[in-house]
């Protein structure tokens, strides 16, 4: 049995403030926390209705009622884990770089996530604006991959004015990223969902690329930041 | 005021079954409802707060009160449409093609949706498992693609089984997309978010192709579906 303080400090790290005070995120589902219990992340706790039967001190048996209780997901799994958020590690200036500029949808910032992952770029800097990677909704979203890409929150444009490495962004009247020389290191910036790149950080981009629409061109919507991520990636690395 | 009977058929229509009973479908937000009164779906009735300046004898100034209660948003916006769901245009079986079996997830379709609009799929083929493309979520998340896309819901295996062009499907084990020859005319087949494509279906697929991963070979994650399509499409364009 959950006491109530136990309840109040899981469900409290639903919000930002409260995971940075405490230094605790929570993932939920038996096949990401294994994912996570392999990494180098530490094990605050780990709540379930079934034993996992690994060595953990800190393994508590509850009641379904219990993970009801403390769980964010409308239909909860049967096992909830709390990890200690790692230390930042500083970014690795080499390779590619994917930085995000006010990224706000979690669903959004976990599949950019996994495809850092998948493509192989180490290092994710985010702005401060952009949502926090420790958001239940982004980690569920990653599936496992938030522990092997390293991501920072800086000062977007005081950490693009220091580094000498060609600066891409996406904007609807770029060149044609399938005609494009892609180098294999650089950095690649996404922009918001509903403003795209804002204007500080569109004045320290060197080059502007852009997928091109083979459809209607009188229709005027763009292609959502994770999927555009997706494409742009795919053709640095092809 | 809208009356409670009004109220009743409105949020019913988040049910499939009563969508096709009624043969409606709801859409919010002025964006989008705009676009779509430029598209040929017909209007039945427009819910809004502010008036549209429009040739409308069908707009009805609502309270917010009672947006809210017909609103299947958290954060209504100032309008909700109801349109015609328009009658079924058959599958042209030329150019490109996109088919899904069994996709579930209401933002991924509505994704998929409008990567096809992007990229020029004419025709969008749905399993019969698929999910229901006047979802009010997928509504939302296709942002207007859905009228400039040819969506069918067909027994998948039978209409595979009738064309001639070659049937593309995305595999772990398949060819390197990047070194496949990929032709103007095909069908590409994504499948479903955990089993991936069925065993009937693989069974006809004539060309097995995959993206190749980049990053740390141990993780066994795949990519999402609407992030796959998006890579795929776009090889299929360049």
């Known amino acids: 049995m959950l006491s109530k303080s136990q309840i109040k400090l899981i469900t409290g790290l639903k919000q930002k403030k409260q995971r940075q005070q405490h230094g605790f995120f929570v993932v939920e589902g038996v096949k990401t926390i294994k994912e996570l219990l392999q990494s180098h992340l ?18 508590v048996l509850i009641s379904e009622a219990d993970l009801k209780r403390i769980s964010f997901l409308t239909t909860p799994n049967t096992a909830l884990a709390i990890f200690k958020i790692p230390a930042q590690k500083p970014i690795e200036t080499k390779g590619l770089i994917v930085a995000l500029d006010a990224v706000r949808d979690p669903g959004n910032l976990g599949t950019i996530i996994r495809l850092c992952d998948w493509f192989g770029v180490k290092n994710l800097v985010c702005s401060k604006e952009t949502v926090d990677c420790f958001n239940p909704k982004v980690v569920q979203a990653t599936m496992g991959s938030l522990t092997r890409v390293n991501i920072n929150y800086v ?12 600066v891409f962004g996406a904007f609807m009247e770029g060149e044609n990223v399938y005609k ?21 950080v569109e004045a320290i981009i060197t080059e502007k690329i852009s997928i091109p629409r083979f459809g209607d061109i009188q229709a005027t919507e763009s292609l959502n930041v994770a999927t555009a991520t997706a494409i742009l990636l795919s053709e640095f690395r092809r």
């Not at 000062?155 to 060609?166: E, G, R, W, Y």
């Open 42 to 59: 530490e094990l605050y706790a780990l709540y379930t209705t079934e034993t996992f039967n690994i060595d953990a001190k800190n393994e």
């Open 180 to 200: 494009s020389k892609l180098p294999e290191q650089g950095i690649l910036v996404m922009g918001n969902e509903a403003n795209g790149v804002s204007k500080e």
């Open 155 to 166: 000062d977007l444009v005081a950490f693009l004015k220091t580094i000498s490495l060609p």
